[in-house]
């Protein structure tokens, strides 16, 4: 029997931290009563903006790009924040996270507004140039250092892949995104 369980189960189940990956408990809790609606914010957060634009839409979260210069993330009103946006300020002392200015609850959702990082992400410079740079030194010597560095602080960051890695035209990392699914 513990064959059995060990051929199916345990392969299927994702070896990340915390012990509970995202497709084993489903989505991420989301409190809002009517999910087929947008995420907004209170127009007060936005006034200040003359450009507003949305970069991404999904079902658990809209970034948008303003004034070319601040990414406004919106996410489930359920998401601890504070959690999130403390880990993110632990996680700069020892790799490059972009800064946050404001977050807090408004609206139907809650907020990071956080600097614009003007970069590629990892796997957008890999589809331009090849599949080989995936496995240079340079790459995974910089992902390793990042990695033990976040952890010697006990912070996982449960989405590090390449599209949440932003680096620069030498393949340099300048950013690491997507915080929201952090954990101590």
């Not at 993330?73 to 700069?92: C, W, Y």
């Not at 609206?107 to 796997?123: K, Y």
């Not at 680096?167 to 990392?173: A, G, P, Y």
Request: with cysteine.
């Amino acid at each position: 029997m513990l064959d059995e369980w060990e051929k199916d189960d345990c392969n299927k189940r994702s070896r990340s931290t915390p012990p509970i990956a995202r497709h084993e408990f489903g989505m991420l809790p989301d409190d809002r009563l009517d999910r087929s609606s947008d995420f907004y914010v209170d127009s007060a957060l936005l006034k200040p903006y003359a450009e507003i634009k949305t970069i991404r839409k999904t079902i658990s979260n809209t970034v948008l790009w303003l004034d070319k210069k601040y990414i406004l993330k919106l996410l489930s009103p359920g998401q601890d924040i504070h959690e999130t946006v403390a880990l993110m300020n632990l996680a700069r002392t020892v790799v490059p996270v972009p800064a946050v200015y404001n977050y807090g609850y408004s609206g139907n959702c809650s907020f990071i507004l956080m600097e614009f990082v003007r970069a590629l992400p990892l796997d957008a410079f890999i589809r331009c140039h090849g599949q080989y740079l995936s496995t240079l030194p340079q790459v995974l010597q910089q992902v390793d250092r990042l990695v033990g560095s976040l952890a010697r602080l006990d912070i996982s960051h449960n989405d590090l892949y390449p599209r949440n890695v932003l680096v620069d035209e030498t393949l340099r990392i300048v950013s690491v995104i997507d915080w929201d699914g952090a954990a101590p």
